[in-house]
């Protein structure tokens, strides 16, 4: 349907306000038809009462001229009364229902059995309800049969029948009509401009960000969104722009993250130093590396290597988490060498959640005997067999609180020779630089 795929939301809101519309205008249709139709015909049955009552008063007037009911120069001056008045048929009848005098276009009709049940219908009504008249409706036919029941000098009755035309019925029905056409065609404009406002403001918007989307799905990340809505739609866009340009920054990151550990590497590290600085933050950089690590890979392999360094990774990550605030940052420069660069009331307490969480399992890495014993033998860079401590990890910590510093690469300096330092230490340790020059 115009172009439209068949499970997308345009199609589903079009077929709805279809069925709605249609639904709609059927049931508001018919109610104002079902209304005025009744109104219609009710204004007719009083229409033909005001006439009738004219006929009956005509009737009474000639009562005392009828002498012989079988005389049809007694009934002429009634009939030519009701020609007057647009009636031009006419019939009397006797109370049995036998015709007794007739003016009409046609020859005198033969009552049937219904016809004589509504003339004792008509009698009844007029002895014992005290009706002038009785009315015999025919809608389809557009015609009242109108019965007026005369009781003569003599104490016969005779009842005179009147065809009455629903003549402006038609012309009303067909006003009802046009009204109803009317009340269609607005309520079609009404959904129509609704649907459109819809349109406008929800299928287009949406179909816009599901198009971007789709090339942000491909990593086309130059996408730009030109929906400025202050409904929901727009906090939509608004909050897809803001994952979009955090796509983008995660992208970059990624680039230079570990392929192991998944934190960034270097120069996002060195990004994040330079950001501190430029913000004349109050920082600390903390750089950690594993005691004893090569000797450990050399005798457990680097599988093992690699699970010892995800488990650092993991003791970073949490003394960030629970330490640190939201200047807090986890890089992995590469091995076994980490760094976490936060504000400076949070150094030490991530140094000590750092060694503390790392001491406290780093067994779980070595054999029984290896863990027992608290060493492991293996060969030194000069290919001697020696004796190693179990791993421990090492923190050389650089902050601009005691000097000034300008330049990432003053933090690498000053946190190469604190790594010297802390590297002299037995076991887990960390030391901060406190100098002043």
Known sequence: MLGIRRNSLSYKTAILYIVLTVLITSIFNFIIWENQSDLITRNQQLISESQSLRFKQMFVKQRDLIKDKNDPASYKKIAEAAAQE??????VFTESGLPLYYRGPNRMPAPDAEEKLIINRAIAKSELEDKEFFHDIHIKDRLINLY????????????????LQIKSLEAEKNVLLRL???????????????????????????????????????????????IKQEDEIGLLANAFKEMMLSLVRI?????????????????VIVKKIEEMIHARLEFAVIYGDLDNFKAYNDKYGFSKGDDAILYTRDCFLDAAKRFGDFTTFVGHEGGDDFVIVTSYTTWEACCKGITSSFDSDVKQFYNETDAKTGFIESLDRQGRRMRFPLMSISLAVASNHYRPIADHREVVSIAAEMKKYVKKMDGSAYAIDKRTN
């Open 251 to 267: 992208r970059e990151e990624a680039k230079g993250a570990n392929p192991l550990t998944g934190l960034p590497g270097n120069n």
């Open 180 to 226: 109803c056409l009317l009340v269609t065609f607005i309520v079609i404009i009404l959904q129509f401009i609704f649907a459109m406002f819809l349109r406008k403001i929800v299928i287009i918007p949406i179909s816009k960000l599901e198009k971007i989307t789709h090339e942000v799905s491909k990593g086309d990340f130059n996408q730009s969104i030109d």
């Open 86 to 91: 647009g009636v031009n048929e006419m019939i």
């Open 148 to 163: 007026i029941p005369l009781t003569l000098n003599n104490g016969e009755v005779i009842v005179a029948k009147f065809p």
